[in-house]
């Protein structure tokens, strides 16, 4: 399958009502309001493809740049891609999904993730917390620096408050993710989290809410998940 035929099938499958769901969430024009579940019906046939990615991703259009991080081949993501994905990125909605779950399940993705979440642009740190969280969600602790994910909580802790708008929900999300999947940190994710109390994100004309971390560990705790590891981080 070619770009131009891809983006013709997804002109035929979407639709009106999910275009303005997808704008609500972020989305920028061009947006074709395709669902996640037909992507994924595309994804299947194509599986993975490293170029075909590139190049739905240049399209710019939103639904385009979702299907590219589905059939991505990670593995092969350069940080010279992986950095243009998040300049090109569609909107936050993208960067903070799709270029977090691709950078995460690359070879360069702990860098890149650390070096995203210095950034004095409020995508591209959010990017850059989200892709840490995740990073812990798919990688064996063993293959984590649990060190410097304890001190990243204690960062949290005490400047979440300050951050801009996504940033601050992206901060939540790592430490959920690091108290739900890495068992050593749940108590110091609880802790982090009752210190830093409640967490305010405008989410725009959507009935989203910003979970409480503690609440959400916690019932991850009951259910017995807690250190259960995903095979991927892309959905």
């Given at each position: 399958?070619?770009?131009?035929?891809?983006?013709?099938?997804?002109?035929?499958?979407?639709?009106?009502?999910?275009?303005?769901?997808?704008?609500?969430?972020?989305?920028?024009?061009?947006?074709?309001?395709?669902?996640?579940?037909?992507?994924?019906?595309?994804?299947?046939?194509?599986?993975?493809?490293?170029?075909?990615?590139?190049?739905?991703?240049?399209?710019?259009?939103?639904?385009?740049?979702?299907?590219?991080?589905?059939?991505?081949?990670?593995?092969?993501?350069?940080?010279?891609?992986?950095?243009?994905?998040?300049?090109?990125?569609?909107?936050?909605?993208?960067?903070?999904?799709?270029?977090?779950?691709?950078?995460?399940?690359?070879?360069?993705?702990?860098?890149?993730?650390?070096?995203?979440?210095?950034?004095?642009?409020?995508?591209?740190?959010?990017?850059?917390?989200?892709?840490?969280?995740?990073?812990?969600?798919?990688?064996?602790?063993?293959?984590?620096?649990?060190?410097?994910?304890?001190?990243?909580?204690?960062?949290?802790?005490?400047?979440?408050?300050?951050?801009?708008?996504?940033?601050?929900?992206?901060?939540?999300?790592?430490?959920?993710?690091?108290?739900?999947?890495?068992?050593?940190?749940?108590?110091?994710?609880?802790?982090?989290?009752?210190?830093?109390?409640?967490?305010?994100?405008?989410?725009g004309p959507t009935a989203c809410q910003v979970p409480s971390a503690v609440e959400y560990i916690q019932k991850v705790?009951?259910?017995?998940?807690?250190?259960?590891?995903?095979?991927?981080?892309?959905?």
């Amino acid at each position: 399958m070619t770009v131009t035929e891809i983006v013709a099938q997804l002109e035929e499958l979407g639709s009106e009502s999910t275009r303005k769901v997808l704008m609500n969430h972020g989305a920028q024009a061009p947006v074709l309001g395709v669902k996640i579940a037909d992507l994924k019906i595309i994804q299947k046939q194509i599986k993975q493809d490293y170029r075909l990615a590139l190049e739905l991703y240049d399209t710019g259009i939103y639904d385009a740049q979702y299907l590219a991080g589905l059939i991505a081949d990670a593995a092969k993501m350069t940080k010279k891609d992986l950095r243009r994905w998040l300049t090109r990125a569609n909107c936050p909605a993208i960067s903070g999904t799709i270029v977090a779950w691709v950078t995460a399940e690359s070879r360069t993705g702990y860098e890149l993730a650390l070096e995203w979440i210095e950034a004095n642009k409020e995508a591209k740190a959010q990017a850059g917390w989200m892709t840490l969280s995740s990073l812990v969600a798919i990688k064996d602790d063993t293959d984590l620096d649990l060190a410097k994910m304890k001190q990243l909580l204690k960062q949290i802790e005490q400047t979440i408050h300050e951050q801009p708008n996504l940033v601050r929900y992206a901060m939540n999300s790592f430490v959920i993710a690091a108290g739900c999947y890495i068992s050593s940190l749940t108590k110091a994710a609880i802790q982090s989290a009752k210190k830093f109390g409640t967490v305010t994100v405008d989410m725009g004309p959507t009935a989203c809410q910003v979970p409480s971390a503690v609440e959400y560990i916690q019932k991850v705790q009951k259910r017995g998940s807690i250190g259960k590891k995903r095979k991927t981080s892309r959905c």
